[in-house]
């Protein structure tokens, strides 16, 4: 029996870590807009958090404390909504960091700053999954988006292990995906260049000139990677175990 498209996410809860800002912030407003109570998780900030929960149209969203590196923070958000929701129908792992490091440069980045970014960027959503998994089973329709990076696949970013983190975060949604379907779905929107305050330094200028060498020609806004973040949750109800490429291009 085919499943049709979710034309309404009334009454399902979706967490979004690094909801506070970028993508996560976009991916929070239109998850929103399309009925889902939403849980916008913060490190640093709470105030921006706390004003785009104020702002989502409809009820009951919150603004939750995560800290990627500290799994009390994460077992805690998960013990809060447990208590709150008893389930969560949509999960977006959007939270993450990096630092523009030359790949040449291993000076720079030495093992401490290896692991840190490892910890963050793949440890960190490996955790947040591992705690809301029984919530996810509770609603026995749930789905993980994670946003990864075509860094993950073309060893190009912002420093060797930011891409080694995002290839880590691909192949845990494949083997996620096949252990814990049929109740639980695992995909992976990838972006390249998105305009955001990501990667320190870059500014407008550059992701125009970078999009102009894109087949699109245009830079990829946070909405737009929301968007196919949403089309995850409502549409591609078949899909598991893929990756959702939004990059205008770039990758070719
Ligand atoms: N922008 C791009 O060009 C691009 C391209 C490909 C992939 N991505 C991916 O897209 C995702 C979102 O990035 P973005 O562009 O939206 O960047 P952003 O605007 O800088 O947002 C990053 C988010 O992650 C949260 N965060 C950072 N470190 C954290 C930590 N240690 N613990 C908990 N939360 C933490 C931040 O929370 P606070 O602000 O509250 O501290 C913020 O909400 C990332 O996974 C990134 O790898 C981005």
């Not at 990627?68 to 129908?89: H, K, N, P, W, Y």
């Not at 109740?183 to 407008?204: E, H, I, M």
Request: aromatic residues 4%.
């Amino acid at each position: 029996m085919a499943h049709p498209p979710l034309t309404s996410l009334n009454g399902r809860v979706a967490v979004v870590t690094g909801g506070s800002s970028g993508i996560g912030a976009a991916s929070a407003r239109m998850l929103a807009e399309a009925g889902a109570t939403v849980v916008v998780t913060y490190n640093r900030g709470e105030e921006r958090a706390r004003a785009l929960v104020a702002a989502l149209p409809g009820s009951g969203h919150l603004a939750a404390h995560m800290v990627l590196e500290d799994t009390a923070s994460i077992r805690a958000m998960a013990a809060d909504l447990q208590a709150r929701f008893g389930r969560v129908d949509v999960l977006v792992n959007s939270a993450g960091f990096t630092r523009p490091i030359p790949h040449h440069d291993l000076e720079t980045m030495d093992e401490d700053l290896f692991a840190k970014i490892l910890l963050a960027n793949v440890h960190g959503p490996f955790s947040v999954i591992r705690s809301l998994m029984p919530l996810m089973q509770a609603s026995g329709d749930a789905v993980v988006i994670s946003v990864s990076s075509i860094s993950g696949t073309s060893g190009s970013g912002s420093n060797m292990a930011y891409c080694a983190a995002k290839a880590a975060l691909d192949t845990m949604t494949l083997s996620m995906a096949r252990a814990f379907g049929p109740k639980v779905r695992f995909l992976c929107v990838a972006p390249g260049a998105v305009a955001t305050d990501f990667v320190a330094g870059r500014g407008r200028p550059e992701l125009e000139k970078a999009a102009q060498a894109t087949p699109l020609k245009r830079v990829v806004e946070p909405e737009d990677v929301a968007a196919a973040v949403l089309a995850c949750a409502t549409h591609l109800r078949a899909a598991t175990g893929t990756t959702i490429v939004v990059d205008g291009g770039r990758h070719l």
